[in-house]
């Protein structure tokens, strides 16, 4: 399979690259990090790493152009990239902080969708799945922008499933409480309870090949690992 992921240099987004690569499946991704360069680097074609920043538009464009002329139309489609705001009560989260996080997680997604999904329309096929959380469903002080964005992620998704074609699906996913640089910003220390990236992608990553039609629409968890 052609599996497209933003946010690919770290966390999830580079634990689920590196589980794929290793069985099989053609990785194409994009980050704003040089561990882009690394990434090239480490694994050549026909794997394709671009340095893009989602939330530039004409970026997202000339990427998507260039990502399906070599490739075609992804079969899945990964929605990662995302920040976390620092945790603060909201009066007190700066308004260019909250800016820039919902640019990344909301209008990103929003943006990749926009280039990327009608060619998977035109041939008909496809998976489309967003990075949600639990704080996409429930709540916890300081994280309200982070919470609002993943709350609109959930909506977002969902009414595009409506939109989409019989033979594809678009799919909000909870991927659970996962020890990352964004969890450690959360909960600093008690951040190493839980399951390193790596081993969540063991479970992650063949349960995402496994979601088609069937799946539409649906707000789903990786099972054992809910917030």
Same mark, same amino acid.
């Given at each position: 399979?052609?599996?497209? &992921?933003?946010?690919?240099?770290?966390?999830?987004?580079?634990?689920?690259?590196?589980?794929?690569?290793?069985?099989?499946?053609?990785?194409?991704?994009?980050?704003?990090?040089?561990? &882009?360069?690394?990434?090239?680097?480490?694994?050549?074609?026909?794997?394709?790493?671009?340095?893009?920043?989602?939330?530039?538009?004409?970026?997202?464009?000339?990427?998507?152009?260039?990502?399906?002329?070599?490739?075609?139309?992804?079969?899945?489609?990964?929605?990662?990239?995302?920040?976390?705001?620092?945790?603060?009560?909201?009066?007190?989260?700066?308004?260019?902080?909250?800016?820039?996080?919902?640019?990344?997680?909301?209008?990103?997604?929003?943006?990749?969708?926009?280039?990327?999904?009608?060619?998977?329309?035109?041939?008909?096929?496809?998976?489309?799945?967003?990075?949600?959380?639990?704080?996409?469903?429930?709540?916890?002080?300081?994280?309200?922008?982070?919470?609002?964005?993943?709350?609109? &992620?959930?909506?977002?998704?969902?009414?595009?499933?409506?939109?989409?074609?019989?033979?594809?699906?678009?799919?909000?996913?909870?991927?659970?409480?996962?020890?990352?640089?964004?969890?450690?910003?959360?909960?600093?220390?008690?951040?190493?309870?839980?399951?390193?990236?790596?081993?969540?992608?063991?479970?992650?990553?063949?349960?995402?090949?496994?979601?088609?039609?069937?799946?539409?629409?649906?707000?789903?968890?990786?099972?054992?690992?809910?917030?």
């Amino acid at each position: 399979m052609k599996i497209l &992921i933003t946010g690919v240099t770290k966390g999830l987004g580079r634990a689920l690259a590196e589980w794929y690569i290793r069985n099989g499946h053609t990785v194409i991704g994009c980050g704003r990090s040089v561990d &882009i360069l690394d990434m090239r680097f480490t694994h050549p074609a026909p794997h394709d790493f671009s340095v893009v920043d989602v939330t530039d538009e004409n970026k997202v464009a000339l990427w998507s152009e260039k990502v399906t002329g070599v490739h075609g139309a992804p079969d899945i489609l990964i929605c990662n990239a995302a920040l976390m705001n620092n945790p603060a009560p909201l009066w007190k989260v700066p308004a260019g902080e909250f800016n820039k996080l919902i640019d990344v997680n909301v209008k990103g997604v929003a943006a990749v969708i926009r280039h990327f999904v009608p060619p998977m329309i035109a041939r008909g096929t496809g998976v489309i799945v967003t990075l949600s959380s639990g704080w996409g469903r429930g709540t916890s002080p300081e994280v309200a922008p982070y919470c609002a964005s993943k709350f609109a &992620i959930e909506g977002l998704t969902k009414s595009l499933a409506q939109e989409l074609p019989a033979g594809m699906a678009a799919v909000p996913l909870n991927p659970g409480v996962i020890d990352t640089d964004m969890l450690r910003q959360c909960w600093s220390g008690e951040a190493a309870r839980y399951p390193k990236a790596d081993a969540w992608a063991q479970v992650a990553a063949p349960y995402l090949l496994q979601l088609g039609p069937k799946d539409n629409g649906q707000s789903l968890t990786i099972a054992g690992l809910e917030d």
